[in-house]
């Protein structure tokens, strides 16, 4: 087991943000969702301090709409590699390669109280190749150009999603926040330079590579079967069922601290719940 964050292993035991595991698991009761806020907070850190973030406040009356167009950027993104496509099968957003897209910037020129002002894409998930996210921006900044040209529509904002490799097993080798935020970053620029448009503001949406390295699940052990010289099963107290019901409880730990977020729930719940 590979430890992240906060995890230290001290006389056998498991401390997650200086909390006993066996300790939380005793009151909670397993399985038992724990996270580790510090790695959390760090790791959000980390993105904001690469991007930026700008809070809006939104004026609720009299305004008009800004929208994004999701579009599918003839991406495929693999766990390990990627493949560019003219691919259109996909549920979400408008494919380049059919001209669906330009028959969708035709008309939203007739709403007036709707503005384009964004570009979304998600590429896929577990994506360790940084190359597919360099080709996405291309992508999306050549049609910038062509919108603002063909459309006379200025596009402010390009999302590329999320989809941040994370570690899973000894196999994946995810790039690290900086690395990514590193390469990504300035390619916008680049291409705007190249292409002599403006510079839209680049958003991400990183969601596992946040939170994956930084949850972990507590069991408990019923049964050890050693079978001599071949191998030795360990079974626990969950597995594929975690996610149906009861649902386990939710502990966010920092400094010697474990915070309920979420109680576990009792099979007087699921009753009520049917009532
Ligand atoms: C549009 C969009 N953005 C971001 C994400 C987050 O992906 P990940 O958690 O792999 O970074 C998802 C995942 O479903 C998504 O659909």
Same mark, same amino acid.
């Given at each position: 087991?590979?430890?992240?964050?906060?995890?230290?292993?001290?006389?056998?035991?498991?401390?997650?943000?200086?909390?006993?595991?066996?300790?939380?698991?005793?009151?909670?009761?397993?399985?038992?969702?724990?996270?580790?806020?510090?790695?959390?907070?760090?790791?959000?850190?980390?993105?904001?301090?690469?991007?930026?973030?700008?809070?809006?406040?939104?004026?609720?009356?009299?305004?008009?709409?800004?929208?994004?167009?999701?579009?599918?950027?003839?991406?495929?993104?693999?766990?390990?590699?990627?493949?560019?496509?003219?691919? @259109?099968?996909?549920?979400? %957003?408008?494919? $380049?390669?059919?001209?669906?897209?330009?028959?969708?910037?035709?008309? #939203? +020129?007739? /709403?007036?109280?709707?503005?384009?002002?964004?570009?979304?894409?998600?590429?896929?998930?577990?994506?360790?190749e940084i190359d597919s996210y360099m080709d996405a921006v291309d992508i999306m900044m050549n049609l910038v150009k062509k919108i603002i040209e063909n459309f006379n529509i200025e596009i402010k904002e390009i999302d590329l999603g999320g989809g941040i490799?994370?570690?899973?097993?000894?196999?994946?080798?995810?790039?690290?926040?900086?690395?990514?935020?590193?390469?990504?970053?300035?390619?916008?620029?680049?291409?705007?330079?190249?292409?002599?448009?403006?510079?839209?503001?680049?958003?991400?949406?990183?969601?596992?590579? @946040?939170?994956?390295?930084? %949850?972990?699940? $507590?069991?408990?052990?019923?049964?050890?079967?050693?079978?001599?010289? #071949? +191998?030795? /099963?360990?079974?626990?107290?969950?597995?594929?069922?975690?996610?149906?019901?009861?649902?386990?409880?939710?502990?966010?730990?920092?400094?010697?601290?474990?915070?309920?977020?979420?109680?576990?729930?009792?099979?007087?719940?699921?009753?009520?719940?049917?009532?």
């Amino acid at each position: 087991m590979k430890l992240h964050g906060t995890m230290s292993v001290k006389n056998r035991n498991l401390y997650i943000g200086g909390v006993k595991c066996e300790k939380i698991a005793k009151k909670y009761s397993t399985p038992l969702y724990v996270f580790d806020e510090k790695l959390i907070r760090q790791n959000c850190r980390e993105y904001v301090n690469y991007f930026k973030v700008k809070e809006k406040i939104c004026k609720r009356h009299d305004i008009t709409q800004n929208i994004y167009f999701r579009i599918t950027p003839g991406i495929e993104a693999h766990t390990h590699e990627y493949i560019k496509t003219g691919q @259109i099968d996909s549920k979400f %957003g408008f494919a $380049l390669a059919n001209g669906y897209l330009y028959e969708a910037l035709g008309k #939203i +020129r007739d /709403y007036k109280n709707i503005s384009l002002i964004g570009l979304h894409a998600h590429i896929g998930y577990q994506i360790f190749e940084i190359d597919s996210y360099m080709d996405a921006v291309d992508i999306m900044m050549n049609l910038v150009k062509k919108i603002i040209e063909n459309f006379n529509i200025e596009i402010k904002e390009i999302d590329l999603g999320g989809g941040i490799g994370v570690y899973y097993t000894k196999y994946d080798s995810p790039k690290t926040i900086k690395e990514f935020c590193e390469s990504i970053i300035n390619r916008p620029e680049r291409a705007c330079q190249k292409l002599k448009i403006n510079k839209p503001i680049l958003i991400i949406e990183p969601g596992r590579s @946040i939170v994956a390295n930084a %949850g972990s699940t $507590l069991y408990t052990i019923v049964s050890i079967k050693d079978i001599k010289d #071949i +191998r030795t /099963y360990v079974s626990v107290d969950g597995g594929m069922t975690d996610n149906k019901i009861p649902k386990p409880a939710v502990v966010f730990i920092e400094n010697g601290k474990a915070k309920l977020i979420c109680k576990r729930q009792t099979y007087k719940d699921l009753i009520s719940l049917e009532l």
